[in-house]
C-alpha cells in the first residue's frame, strides 16, 4: 500500500476502535471526578455491548434501521440500573470500591454469557442484520485529502462520542453541577458544608458512568463485532479506564487518549500489510495503550494525579 | 457477639446470600434451582474422579489468594495476580521443555523459575509504588494485558511460530502416579502440596519473622512504620515482589501439573481474579485461603457438571461467586444489620 492508502486506511479505522473507549472513558471521568473509582468499566461495557446485541437481534423487523440506535438507548439504560449496584456497595454500603469494581466485572460477564447461553443455546448469539451504518458527510468528504481521511465511510457513533467529549467538557467545567461533582471528588467534607449532598452527587455520576459505557459496549458490538461472545469486549473496558488516566481525568484528555489508543489498535491488526511497518512484532503495538499509561502514571509523561478523595467512602461526622 | 465471631459470620453469610441469589437467578431463567445445585454437588463430590480434580483446581486457587492475601497484609491491592500467573506458566513451561536434567533438580528449577517470572511482574508495580506512589492497581491492571501479549509473543517465538509450547520433559513434570490412581486417574497431582507448603511459608514469614512484622505494620500504617525506624520502600517492593512469587508457582500448577505446555491465550485465565475473592473470604490469613480457595475451586470445577446433568450453564457459578465478592466487600452493612438484630433482642 501507498502511504496515503494507508493513511486513508488507518485513521477511519482509528476513530471506529475510539469511539467506544471515548464514550466508556468519559464515563470514567465522571465517576472518579466524583471520588468513585470504577474499575467496573469492563463489566459496564459487556453488558451494554450484550443488551445492544440482543436488543438489534430482537427488534430489527420493527425498528427498520432505527434499531441500533435505539440499541444504544436500552444499552445505556440497562448498563446505568446495572451502575446502581456498585453504587449503593461503594457509596451507600462503604464497601472497598476496588472490590466492588472488580465484582461487577465478574457479574457483567457471567450475566451476559449465562443469558446467552439461556437464549441462543450456544456460546455466542447470531449476527445482527442492522450495524451501526456507515456514511460520507455530505460536502465535506470532498474536500481532498482530509475528506478521505476523517470524512468517508465513518459511522454515526463516532461523531457522537467526539460531541459527547465536548458536551463533557462543558458540563465538568462550566455548569454548576460540574463543579460540585468535582468538589465531591476532592474535597467531600467541604463540599457537605457547603450544602452539597455528596451522596446525591455520587450516586448520579456513578449511574452517568454506568450509561456512558453501556453505549460504549453497545457502539463496540454494533460496530466492530456484530455478535457476542465471551471474547466481543476483552479488556476495552480496562483499555478505556488506561485512555481516563492517560487523559489525565479530563474528558478532552480522556478523548485524545481514546484517539491514540485506537490508533495503536488499528496499527496492531494492519501493520503487517503495511510495508514501513511488516518488520515490527504486532506484540508491541499491543502493549503500547498500557505501557504508555504506566509511564504517565510514573510522571514520565506530566504527572497524572487522580481526584483527591477518589476510592475514599465519605462516611458523615469523620475527619 | 464478639468481633471475632462477627468476622467469621460475615464471610458464611454471604456465601448463603451469594447461593440464595444464584438460586433465585436459576428460578427467575427457568431453571431447577435444586437440581442445578444437586449437580454442582456431584461435580465436586460424586465420585473420586471428580474429589481429584477438584483439588487440583484448588491448588493454582490457593496460591492466587495467598498472593492477593500477602500483598493486602501489606495494605497493597495487587490486581496483577493473573498477569503474574501467566507469566509464571509460560516461565515453568519453557524450563519443563528446553532444559534436559535429571528430576531433583529440573523440577525445582522449574519452580523457581516460575516464582521469579511471577516476581519480577511484581518488582515493577512495587518499584513504582515505593519510589514514585503511582497507585499499584492500575499499574498491576495495566501490567496484566502486558503479560498477556507479551507471552503470547513469546510462545510464538519458542515454538517457530506456532500457537503451543512443546510439552515438558517427564522430568519437570508434577505429575503423580499415585495420586492419579488414587482418584480414579484424575490429573490429581503434587501441585496441592507445593501449594500447602506455600500456605505453611506465608504463615511463617508473617507470624514468626521480623520482616513479616514489618510487612504488616507498613499495612497499618506506614507513616507509624516510616516513623519507628522501618524502611517502607523496601518492605512495599519486597510484598510485592512475594506476591508475584506466590502467583508465578500458580503458574507453575498449570505448566508442569494439570497441562504440561501453555497455548496463546485470547484472555485471561480468571484464576488471577478469583483469587480477589479467595483473599477476601479468607480475610487475608493463610488459613482463610485455604478455606476460600476450597470452595471457589470446588465451585469452579463443579460448575462443569451442571450443563449435562441439570442443563444450567456453568456462569451460574461466575455469577455467585461475584455476588459472595460483592456480598463480603459490603460487610459493613451486614454488620450494621447485626447488631441490630442483637439490640432488638437485648430489648426484648
Redesign the interface.
Same mark, same amino acid.
Given at each position: 500500500m501507498s502511504l496515503l492508502e494507508i493513511v486513508y486506511f488507518i485513521i477511519p479505522l482509528t476513530i471506529s476502535y475510539a469511539a467506544p473507549l471515548i464514550f466508556t472513558a468519559i464515563g470514567g471521568v465522571f465517576s472518579e471526578r466524583a471520588g468513585v473509582?470504577n474499575?467496573g468499566l469492563e463489566g459496564l461495557m459487556v453488558m451494554g455491548a450484550f443488551t445492544g446485541i440482543l436488543f438489534n437481534l430482537f427488534y430489527a423487523d420493527t425498528f427498520g434501521s432505527w434499531t441500533p440506535w435505539l440499541a444504544l438507548l436500552v444499552a445505556m439504560a440497562v448498563s446505568a440500573i446495572f451502575s446502581i #449496584?456498585h453504587a449503593v456497595?461503594s457509596i +451507600?454500603?462503604?464497601?472497598?470500591q476496588?472490590?466492588?469494581g472488580?465484582? !461487577?466485572?465478574?457479574?457483567g460477564?457471567?450475566?451476559a /454469557?449465562?443469558?446467552v447461553? #439461556?437464549i441462543f443455546d450456544k456460546g455466542q448469539t447470531d449476527f445482527i442484520q442492522q450495524s451501526i451504518p456507515r456514511f460520507n458527510v455530505p460536502v465535506l468528504h470532498e474536500i481532498p485529502f482530509i475528506g478521505p481521511m476523517f470524512f468517508t465511510g465513518i459511522y454515526g457513533s463516532s461523531i457522537l462520542a467526539i460531541g459527547l467529549a465536548l458536551l463533557a467538557w462543558f458540563i465538568i467545567y462550566k455548569t454548576p453541577f460540574g463543579l460540585r461533582l468535582r468538589s465531591v471528588g476532592e474535597h467531600p467534607m467541604a463540599a457537605d458544608t457547603m450544602g452539597i449532598n455528596v451522596t446525591k452527587i455520587r450516586y448520579i455520576a456513578v449511574i452517568i458512568s454506568g450509561g456512558l459505557a453501556g453505549i460504549g459496549g453497545a457502539i463496540y458490538s454494533q460496530t466492530m463485532t456484530n455478535d457476542f461472545g465471551?471474547?466481543t469486549i476483552?479488556?476495552q473496558g480496562?483499555m478505556a479506564?488506561?485512555a481516563m !488516566?492517560f487523559g489525565k481525568w479530563h474528558p478532552i484528555g480522556a478523548m485524545g487518549a481514546a484517539l491514540f489508543f485506537g490508533f495503536a489498535q488499528a496499527l496492531a491488526i494492519s501493520s503487517s500489510s503495511i510495508s514501513y511497518l511488516e518488520n515490527v512484532?504486532?506484540?508491541y503495538f499491543?502493549?503500547l495503550p498500557?505501557?504508555l +499509561?504506566?509511564l504517565a /502514571?510514573?510522571?514520565f509523561i506530566g504527572r497524572a494525579n487522580?481526584p483527591k478523595a477518589s476510592g475514599q467512602p465519605y462516611i458523615k461526622g469523620n475527619r | 457477639m464478639s468481633n471475632r465471631f462477627v468476622n467469621i459470620l460475615v464471610p458464611i453469610i454471604s456465601i448463603i446470600l451469594g447461593l440464595l441469589v444464584g438460586a433465585a437467578v436459576m428460578w427467575f431463567s427457568g431453571y431447577n434451582p435444586v437440581m442445578g445445585y444437586i449437580a454442582l454437588w456431584n461435580g465436586i463430590f460424586g465420585d473420586m474422579y471428580s474429589i481429584g480434580e477438584t483439588i487440583r483446581q484448588i491448588s493454582p486457587y490457593i496460591l492466587a489468594g495467598l498472593a492477593v492475601a500477602f500483598a493486602f497484609r501489606s495494605g497493597l491491592f495487587n490486581i496483577g495476580v493473573e498477569g503474574q500467573l501467566i507469566v509464571g506458566w509460560f516461565a515453568a513451561a519453557y524450563v519443563g521443555m528446553a532444559f534436559e536434567l535429571p528430576k531433583f533438580i529440573h523440577l525445582p528449577l522449574a519452580l523457581i523459575a516460575a516464582a521469579l517470572a511471577g516476581a519480577l511482574w511484581g518488582l515493577i508495580p512495587g518499584i513504582l509504588k515505593a519510589t514514585l506512589h503511582v497507585h499499584e492497581v492500575i499499574v498491576t491492571i495495566m501490567m496484566n494485558y502486558i503479560a498477556l501479549h507479551t507471552v503470547n509473543a513469546l510462545i510464538k517465538a519458542v515454538s517457530e511460530g506456532g500457537y503451543k509450547t512443546e510439552r515438558i520433559h517427564p522430568t519437570a513434570s508434577l505429575r503423580s502416579d499415585f495420586l492419579s490412581n488414587l482418584t480414579d486417574f484424575s490429573t490429581l497431582h503434587y501441585g496441592i502440596f507445593v501449594a500447602l507448603a506455600m500456605v505453611a511459608v506465608m504463615w511463617f514469614i508473617l507470624e514468626k519473622t521480623k520482616t513479616g512484622f514489618e510487612l504488616k505494620s507498613v499495612g497499618f500504617n506506614d507513616h507509624a512504620s516510616q516513623y519507628a525506624g522501618m524502611n517502607v520502600k523496601k518492605n512495599i517492593i519486597l510484598s510485592m515482589v512475594v506476591s508475584g512469587a506466590f502467583a508465578g508457582l500458580g503458574g507453575a500448577m498449570e505448566a508442569l501439573g494439570t497441562f504440561g505446555n501453555m497455548v496463546t491465550r485470547g484472555g485471561f485465565t480468571g484464576i488471577g481474579f478469583d483469587g480477589i475473592a479467595v483473599a477476601l473470604l479468607g480475610a487475608n490469613t493463610p488459613l482463610g485461603v485455604i478455606f476460600g480457595a476450597s470452595l471457589f475451586g470446588s465451585l469452579k470445577y463443579g460448575a462443569g457438571n451442571m450443563p449435562n446433568e441439570a442443563g444450567v450453564p456453568v456462569e451460574i457459578v461466575s455469577i455467585v461467586i461475584a455476588l459472595i465478592i460483592f456480598f463480603v466487600a459490603s460487610g459493613y452493612i451486614i454488620r450494621v444489620l447485626l447488631s441490630k438484630m442483637k439490640k432488638k433482642k437485648e430489648a426484648k
Open positions: 473509582v474499575i #449496584m456497595a +451507600t454500603f462503604r464497601a472497598d476496588v472490590v466492588s472488580v465484582a !461487577i466485572n465478574m457479574l460477564i457471567a450475566i /454469557l449465562f443469558s447461553k #439461556m465471551h471474547a476483552n479488556g480496562f479506564l488506561a !488516566i512484532p504486532a506484540v499491543h502493549i498500557y505501557a +499509561t504506566i /502514571l510514573a510522571g487522580a | -
